[in-house]
């Protein structure tokens, strides 16, 4: 096999991997109306099920370590592994304890497929291509975001129904139960990651040497850099951006079932996967308008209407509720890669520790989904969601203070 051949394929697996990542990740919204009545859970607890998934990400810095030292076809197999592990774990005994711990071993599978799969796409893909290769992640990263809601639906209105349609139904109602149909969308992850592992096995994976920006230094330094201001903003930055993202679309059919009366398995579902479609084609507007713009007007701009687009979806009426959560999607496109590059482009050395700890900020995932259903317990679901503002607006005030050493090259940029 060529290089260029060799290069193509370990592109094409870093794509369906990240396909396969997203799908797992961000199928959660569209189940947790469901599960909170199936399971019998309050808010509280309900807002426990992504914090049991993100909270996983803490592992992120040692998986780095184990990266370098096993190399990244070891931890990628490994992360599939215990990813399977996690599904099965409550696809088999279907209950609350068992979806936390599902949830918290599939997460850190998650937190270790990324951790590998960044520096393996730059060395397969050539550092020229890096830049175009990492956007086209995140399309295949949306592509399954916006499809695994449309599976998870198909899934629960046939099932009970039509269990005879095709064989794939078939199998799924001898494994799942009647009144729980929901969760054959875990069966399906674990066989999707069971046929990952086997492709994987046999694919030889190239040589990875971690450039500076992606080795993680020791403890020590890790722990000198926890000390710096501009890296704990921007680590809560991340959390922000992170805790924002999965604070609406965790809770967003929840809130269109309890509050408008929309069916949380059809359009509910459906909300949710135009939610991470738009995020994508917000993606590629982005690209473009980064090279028009400052980083820190774009983002202070995307932010301001992103306060504007959510007070319509928590306050609006239900039409114009279900359009302004979609809208919420399209204005996160441009948030994570903005605030992290501003962090990165703040501080002059330790790149690689300093992306780790950043990267370890993606637990605001489960710490504002859980902090929204604590409070929405207590009060209302809607009081419970303007939580939200809190993480806009921390990261409005970066945008608005931020000083990069580097500041992102226009086409308006003299040479």
């Not at 190239?206 to 080795?215: A, C, F, G, N």
């Not at 996160?332 to 590059?341: A, E, I, L, P």
Request: charged share 10%.
């Amino acid at each position: 096999m060529s290089k260029s051949n060799r290069s193509f394929l370990m592109v094409s697996l870093v794509m369906v991997s990240f396909f396969v990542i997203s799908f797992v990740t961000n199928i959660l919204g569209p189940i947790m109306p469901t599960a909170t009545t199936d399971l019998h859970l309050s808010l509280a607890q309900a807002g426990i099920l992504p914090f049991a998934f993100f909270i996983a990400y803490i592992i992120s810095i040692p998986a780095g370590y184990m990266l370098e030292k096993y190399g990244a076809k070891f931890v990628i197999i490994l992360a599939f592994v215990i990813g399977t592990i996690g599904s099965l774990i409550f696809s088999i005994h279907p209950n609350y304890l068992t979806y936390l711990a599902g949830l918290f071993i599939v997460g850190a599978c998650v937190a270790m497929l990324q951790t590998a799969f960044w520096p393996l796409l730059r060395t397969a893909g050539g550092e020229e291509h890096y830049s175009f290769n990492s956007v086209l992640t995140q399309i295949f990263f949306g592509a399954a975001s916006f499809l695994s809601p449309l599976v998870y639906s198909y899934l629960v209105m046939n099932l009970p129904q039509n269990a005879n349609a095709n064989f794939f139904l078939l199998s799924m109602s001898k494994l799942v139960p009647a009144s729980l149909s929901w969760v054959s969308i875990y069966w399906l992850n674990a066989l999707v990651m069971i046929v990952m592992i086997i492709i994987i096995a046999f694919i030889k994976f190239p040589k990875i040497e971690l450039t500076e920006t992606e080795r993680v230094e020791g403890f020590g330094t890790v722990l000198k850099l926890l000390e710096n201001k501009v890296v704990i903003l921007y680590f809560f930055g991340i959390f922000c951006y992170v805790g924002m993202e999965q604070g609406i679309s965790v809770w967003m059919s929840k809130f269109l079932q309890d509050y408008h009366g929309f069916n949380a398995n059809t359009t509910g579902a459906q909300a949710v996967a135009l939610f991470w479609a738009m995020q994508s084609v917000g993606s590629l507007l982005g690209i473009v308008l980064l090279k028009l713009f400052d980083v820190k007007k774009i983002l202070t701009v995307f932010l301001i209407a992103q306060l504007i687009a959510l007070s319509l979806a928590l306050f609006g009426a239900p039409q114009v509720s279900l359009v302004s959560f979609v809208v919420c999607g399209f204005l996160t496109s441009v948030m994570y890669g903005s605030v992290f590059s501003l962090g990165m482009n703040s501080l002059k050395s330790h790149h690689g520790s300093v992306s780790g700890i950043f990267c370890t900020g993606i637990i605001g995932g489960a710490i504002v989904p859980l902090l929204v259903g604590a409070l929405g317990n207590m009060t209302s679901l809607r009081v419970g969601m303007c939580l939200v503002y809190i993480t806009i607006l921390f990261m409005l005030y970066i945008s608005m203070t931020a000083k990069p050493f580097v500041n992102n090259k226009t086409i308006f940029d003299k040479n």
